[in-house]
């Protein structure tokens, strides 16, 4: 869904790199339009693990992936989550929004 989302970059003249070798993993998306370039990080929130151990683990690996491929580029983190007392929620209740967390920008959905 978040690449069919973003298909507007690609018509626009952009670039979606998927699984980007960045060192010893793969970053999710490297993203290229025109002079701006970002990495985006995507992590699965689910009732075995809590909000602060995937958070912290998204944070080490796309700070890592900044540091080999794009260093100063803008870092977007996106937790999507699963966890079944969240799925009945609303949206005004799921969606999160932090600017800068550790200098990452991290979105919950």
Known sequence: MLLAFMQRLLNGGGRINREVAAGSGKMD????????????????????????????????????????????SPLYLLIFDRRSKRKKAPWNER?????????VTVAGL
């Open 29 to 72: 998306l490297y993203v290229e339009y025109q002079d701006y370039k970002c990495i985006m990080e995507i992590k699965v929130l689910r009732d075995k693990k809590g909000y602060e151990h995937v958070l912290a683990e998204g944070l080490q690996q796309i700070k890592r992936y900044q540091d080999r491929k794009a260093p100063g």
């Open 95 to 103: 969606i999160t929004w932090n600017e800068n967390v550790e200098g």
